[in-house]
């Protein structure tokens, strides 16, 4: 019996080792094989410096659970010492299609029992109010810029292939500002985007502008808007 229990979990870490693979080369050909406008994620996928795990169900508290470990872990073995960036990638493959309004829902509920789960302290160089321009995600005491993408996006750049989320550390940002190159890649990254959908993505603004949280799911939304999000601890 014992031999067979390990036979199985053998066989299960290799299907999940497949598994991942398999995810992975097709993120992979969303972002270089179709040329993705965003040149940092291009970076980050040639160079191999991309997070990538799965979970089994979105905008769940049983994944908040599980993504909280994982961030955490990426967070200890990340090198702030280097000018190297790199990605967490969290892919829900069981999803099944959304529409824009209903993926934005289940992100913003995913990420209220993120932070349900996390244990941390709100990072003290943003703000914790999605209502302020300073605002961005806190995780594990890191602030992050959250990217949602679905199959069902209206934007091209987030048509991923399958539900995902991409956690880019603020910091990155940061980095960019102090080597004096944020706006350059700024730049190039919208012109990309302009040039692949025909037109200017309107949620896009530079941190300090507006509240970044509109920018999140990937839906345009109007000045009305209400991020659904409160911070409670």
């Given at each position: ?30 972002i ?114 959250i ?31 102090e ?19 025909g ?22 939304v ?12």
């Amino acid at each position: 019996m014992k031999i067979l229990e390990k036979s199985m979990r053998k066989n299960r870490r290799v299907l999940e080792i497949e598994e991942k693979k398999r995810l992975k080369k097709q993120f992979e050909n969303f972002i270089l094989k179709n040329d993705h406008p965003c040149i940092m994620a291009q970076t980050v996928f040639r160079m191999d410096e991309v997070d990538l795990h799965k979970y089994d169900s979105f905008g769940t508290a049983e994944s908040a659970r599980n993504l909280i470990k994982d961030i955490g872990a990426y967070l200890n073995n990340y090198d702030f010492e280097s000018n190297d960036f790199r990605t967490f990638l969290a892919i829900f493959p069981n999803s099944p299609e959304y529409s824009e309004i209903e993926f934005e829902k289940l992100l913003w509920k995913q990420l209220e029992f993120l932070h349900k789960a996390d244990k941390s302290e709100w990072d003290g160089e943003v703000s914790s109010d999605p209502e302020s321009e300073h605002f961005s995600f806190s995780l594990c005491g890191k602030a992050f810029y959250i990217v949602g993408m679905h199959p069902g996006a209206s934007r091209k750049a987030r048509q991923s292939p399958y539900t995902a989320i991409a956690f880019n550390l603020h910091w990155q940002f940061e980095k960019l500002r102090e080597m004096g190159t944020y706006q350059t890649v700024r730049d190039r990254i919208r012109d990309r985007d302009r040039e692949l959908q025909g037109s200017i993505n309107p949620m896009l603004e530079d941190f300090g502008t507006n509240s970044e949280a509109r920018q999140y799911s990937g839906r345009a939304v109007d000045k009305k808007w209400k991020c659904p999000f409160h911070q409670t601890k």
